[in-house]
């Protein structure tokens, strides 16, 4: 079967960093998508890896490693706008999986 | 430009009735997806459309729900005998020719199901 997992909350302070793990088992891969969502919003595209490495846009990074089915989003210089959701998705084939989300709080 | 577009944004019905919901890609967006999400979950695929055809249709759930997109476009989907267990935001994106792994999504359809 297909699944993704991701930590269902995660908390921090404004400045600091974060790290968002996702581990995926599909029974195809073509890449590892990262995606924002506000609440009441449409998830926004961050980032996207097909190859093992990390990948810098901004603030943000992602990270893959398709030996160990395992990616992350980096987060740096917290601000409070970054609370939202964080999904992970794998595209297996023609079709795309996303995992549960990871709810992200800053606090000032 | 304009990004993705749904209508309606809200839709509530009874349990058993007929419902279409409309989206309006990005214009050249070939790629097309339906993906429906409950509260507190990720979006499950439901349907893939490249060009007119339904490339993909493994995640629709059953025969009651039926997408399409006659003329490359705009996509239409349709639930018929709607159910409770049906109640979600469904959301369509699109994506440009050989760009299926940066999707923009559209705002949602709040279907509601009583």
């Known amino acids: 079967g297909q699944s993704l997992e991701q930590p269902s909350e995660v908390t921090a302070v404004e400045g600091a960093i974060v790290q968002i793990n996702c581990t995926y088992q599909t029974s195809g891969f073509y890449g590892l998508s990262w995606y924002q969502q506000h609440d009441g919003g449409a998830p926004t595209f961050l980032s996207y890896?097909?190859?093992?490495g990390l990948e810098e846009t901004g603030r943000f990074s992602s990270f893959l490693s398709r030996s160990d089915s395992y990616g992350y989003l980096l987060l740096q210089e917290l601000q409070m706008k970054d609370s939202a959701s964080y999904f992970c998705?794998?595209?297996?084939?023609?079709?795309?999986?996303f995992g549960p989300g990871t709810r992200l709080s800053v606090l000032p | 430009g304009a990004g993705v577009s749904q209508t309606p944004s809200n839709k509530v019905t009874e349990k058993g009735k007929y419902v279409e919901l409309r989206c309006d890609p990005i214009s050249g967006h070939t790629a097309l997806y339906w993906y429906r999400q409950s509260l507190g979950q990720g979006p499950e695929f439901l349907i893939y459309?490249?060009?007119?055809?339904?490339?993909?249709d493994s995640g629709l759930p059953n025969d009651r729900f039926f997408a399409v997109r006659p003329e490359g476009s705009v996509s239409t989907l349709k639930i018929q005998r709607t159910e409770r267990g049906d109640s979600a935001v469904y959301l369509c994106?699109?994506?440009?020719?050989?760009?299926?792994?940066?999707?923009?999504f559209g705002p949602g359809t709040r279907l509601t199901v009583l």
């Open positions: 994106a699109s994506s440009l020719p050989g760009a299926d792994n940066e999707q923009f």
């Open positions: 459309f490249q060009g007119t055809g339904a490339a993909d």
């Open positions: 998705a794998v595209r297996d084939g023609q079709n795309f999986v």
């Open positions: 890896n097909a190859l093992d």
